[in-house]
């Protein structure tokens, strides 16, 4: 039986089982928040106002249940934070945090297959870049990669199991990472091609990535790039040392403290706080640093960039080659300084639009108020639930499959609880974090008011795992000689140049051909 087409609009259930191992079970926690107004992420230039910006919180969190081992209690293994800003002109997908407790090695993972972990990240950052492109809209996936202990799990470090990356390995990992994201999109000039992998069908949004270490030079930066970036034509590399920032503002002449955004926990963003210290004049401007060269130059002496540490930031920019008309935005209206809000339809009265002259009679109005007595019993209004809290599953549908999904949507006050919870827990130990992630799943349970022996989004693998020249036994991890480098003799053949020396033992005697005279004089 032919399988059917692979459907672009699948979920990310599906697109996670296509790209995990076969036969390998997850459960997998996807929280989101809905889009709220949030302060904007770059400095507006002088004599304008802020662009209005929303944020949403994306969470993705993985368990197992280890079957190879004695523990057979669900352990958290992998877990990874994103935030996504949206304006009237970008998106920018902000890679937080991500972290891993070190127990993955207790679930039976098919040898020679891709880490589960680099796997879910590359899906999970696919799937929202697919998600969340809009027509005629750049979007830019970005994130600082900064090696320590533990960022998510509190306690991991103690772990034996965990294994921790150096300040190069964490940026290689990074962009190796995010080089099936970058390349589900073609380049500059490369012809748009369907990628099976991550789902994702032709488009003409073309991608291009940019990383820059302070401190490093640019032979030292391309380092780290993923082995892709060799194979590229020399024309169309689509990894490239620097930043995209002048790209991603609609003001290029502005000053440079308004081309440069601030995220959350950035390394760069107590740099910024001293440097709009020093804006006093009109013009917005720093008076220490007055490019974007400088402010890059500046960061490796910084103490976050310095001391034998390294910080890398990467940027995947997708560009789309076509812009809408006006008014085709699908999610945001384009906001300006001299745009007005939108009249409500019930305030409008055709006539008075009708007539451009007529002004609206807004004191007859007040005085036709004023004049109205009011009488009879006082009836109390129905309260109304505000917009961000009716989207929680109420008690009604808790009991109801039909009306559940896997992603679970939560206000920002609940999604702050339960990521307040889980930096309070411990994984220091197997037992431990057992018992975490059990707390962590049944507070979910609660604040997503599922019903009880609800154990999140259950993810198979169905990716085929090819492994070659490996057999033998698979837990002790031994590897044999495969048949064809072994040479064995023919059954035909003599031993023409070894002959017996009277003793049984073998010496080898030169054939005649091989002995050369010396020439007499």
């Known amino acids: 039986m032919a399988s059917s087409p692979k459907v672009h609009s699948q979920s990310l259930k599906h697109k996670l089982a296509d790209a995990l191992p076969k036969d390998v079970r997850f459960t997998c926690y996807h929280l989101s928040t809905p889009p709220t107004k949030c302060p904007a992420i770059f400095s507006a230039p002088p004599n304008k106002p802020p662009e209005p910006t929303t944020c949403e919180n994306q969470f993705l969190a993985v368990v197992i249940d280890p079957?190879?081992?004695?523990?057979?209690?669900?352990?958290?293994?992998?877990?990874v934070e994103i935030l996504i800003y949206t304006t009237s002109t970008l998106t920018t997908i902000f890679v937080s945090k991500a972290d891993s407790t070190g127990y993955l090695h207790l679930l039976r993972v098919p040898p020679g297959s891709t880490s589960p972990l680099k796997t879910v990240s590359t899906t999970f950052?696919?799937?929202?870049?697919?998600?969340?492109?809009?027509?005629?809209?750049?979007?830019?996936?970005?994130?600082?990669?900064?090696?320590?202990?533990?960022?998510?799990?509190?306690?991991?470090?103690?772990?034996?199991?965990?294994?921790?990356?150096?300040?190069?390995?964490?940026?290689?990992?990074?962009?190796?990472?995010?080089?099936p994201v970058l390349r589900s999109r073609p380049g500059a000039n490369e012809q748009s091609q369907p990628d099976s992998t991550l789902d994702?069908?032709?488009?003409?949004?073309?991608?291009?990535?940019?990383?820059?270490?302070?401190?490093?030079?640019?032979?030292?930066?391309?380092?780290?790039?993923?082995?892709?970036?060799?194979?590229d034509p020399a024309a169309q590399k689509r990894w490239h040392t620097g930043h995209p920032l002048l790209e991603l503002t609609q003001h290029p002449t502005a000053p440079t403290?308004?081309?440069?955004?601030?995220?959350?926990?950035?390394?760069?963003?107590?740099?910024?706080?001293?440097?709009?210290?020093?804006?006093?004049?009109?013009?917005?401007?720093?008076?220490?640093?007055r490019s974007l060269d400088q402010f890059w130059d500046a960061m490796q002496f910084r103490q976050e960039c310095s001391s034998g540490r390294l910080v890398g930031f990467i940027w995947i920019v997708f560009t789309p080659s076509s812009h809408p008309e006006a008014g085709e935005h699908p999610t945001l209206t384009t906001f300006s300084p001299t745009t007005s809000l939108p009249t409500p339809?019930?305030?409008?009265?055709?006539?008075?639009?009708?007539?451009?002259?007529?002004?609206p009679h807004t004191t007859s109005i007040k005085s036709r108020r004023s004049r109205r007595l009011l009488t009879g019993p006082i009836i109390p209004r129905t309260p109304r639930i505000k917009p961000s809290l009716s989207a929680i599953p109420t008690s009604s549908n808790i009991t109801d499959p039909a009306t559940q999904t896997d992603d679970i949507l939560l206000p920002l006050k609940l999604y702050t609880r339960i990521q307040s919870l889980l930096l309070r827990l411990d994984f220091s130990s197997a037992s431990l974090a057992a018992a975490s992630t059990a707390r962590w799943t049944r507070e979910l349970a609660v604040v997503a008011r599922r019903g009880e022996g609800w154990e999140g989004m259950d993810v198979?693998?169905?990716?085929?795992?090819?492994?070659?020249?490996?057999?033998?036994?698979?837990?002790?991890?031994?590897?044999?000689?495969?048949?064809?480098?072994?040479r064995k003799r023919k059954s035909g053949e003599k031993e023409t140049s070894k002959e017996g020396d009277g003793e049984g033992g073998l010496v080898n005697v030169l054939a005649s051909g091989l002995v050369r005279k010396k020439p007499k004089t």
């Open 460 to 486: 198979v693998g169905r990716k085929d795992v090819v492994c070659s020249g490996t057999v033998g036994d698979v837990g002790k991890g031994v590897n044999v000689l495969g048949g064809g480098l072994i």
């Open 345 to 359: 339809a019930s305030s409008q009265d055709p006539a008075r639009l009708s007539s451009p002259g007529s002004q």
């Open 257 to 289: 403290r308004s081309l440069i955004p601030h995220f959350p926990d950035d390394p760069k963003a107590r740099y910024l706080d001293e440097l709009d210290d020093e804006v006093t004049d009109a013009t917005g401007s720093w008076k220490s640093v």
């Open 67 to 79: 079957t190879s081992s004695s523990q057979r209690e669900r352990q958290l293994i992998f877990a």
């Open 125 to 179: 950052i696919s799937h929202l870049v697919k998600t969340k492109q809009r027509l005629g809209i750049k979007l830019v996936v970005s994130l600082f990669a900064r090696a320590q202990d533990q960022y998510l799990f509190p306690g991991s470090v103690d772990n034996s199991g965990k294994h921790v990356l150096d300040d190069r390995g964490l940026i290689r990992w990074w962009c190796r990472t995010l080089d």
């Open 200 to 231: 994702v069908e032709p488009t003409d949004t073309s991608s291009k990535a940019y990383t820059i270490v302070p401190g490093l030079d640019t032979h030292e930066t391309a380092s780290l790039f993923p082995p892709t970036h060799k194979t």
